[in-house]
């Protein structure tokens, strides 16, 4: 998304609509990242150099780094056009309820998963066991 980045509820409501299309679909990939960011040239963060107090200085930072939140549909190169990309930017003291109302859509939107069929694989891992263990047989000796 080349525009900028979605305000939490409009990222909330797209993200719905996102898994909407994909339920409709029966099938498809939504893929959710999330990245801590950095807060450029206009901090201290960036300039500060590591000592032997503090080897690495960006791990306590005078204020809570913000977040970027990436959902995607999961189309290819192939198909680009057709790619939905959507971001929002959640700042350290609103991580809490961002959180909360994110779980809750996640898990309204995945609730029409299928489970994966693992039967096929689980009769091959049978078959596989049978061919590499059927020549030896074990013999239980008892002691008396």
Do not use: W
Request: hydrophobic share 30%; aromatic share 6%; proline share 4%.
């Amino acid at each position: 998304m080349s525009t900028g980045h979605l305000s939490n509820d409009d990222f909330f409501l797209r993200l719905s609509e996102l898994f909407d299309e994909r339920r409709r679909k029966d099938h498809g990939s939504i893929h959710l990242t999330q990245k801590r960011m950095s807060y450029g040239e206009d901090t201290d963060l960036e300039t500060s150099e590591p000592t032997i107090e503090q080897p690495f200085p960006d791990l306590s930072p005078s204020k809570p780094f913000p977040i970027i939140i990436r959902a995607t549909n999961g189309k290819s190169k192939d198909r680009r056009d057709k790619k939905i990309k959507l971001s929002t930017i959640v700042e350290g003291g609103a991580l809490d309820g961002f959180f909360a109302k994110y779980a809750e859509v996640c898990k309204l939107g995945m609730s029409g998963l299928k489970k994966r069929d693992r039967s096929k694989q689980k009769e091959k891992l049978k078959a596989k066991k049978k061919k590499q263990g059927g020549g030896a047989m074990v013999s239980e000796v008892k002691k008396g």
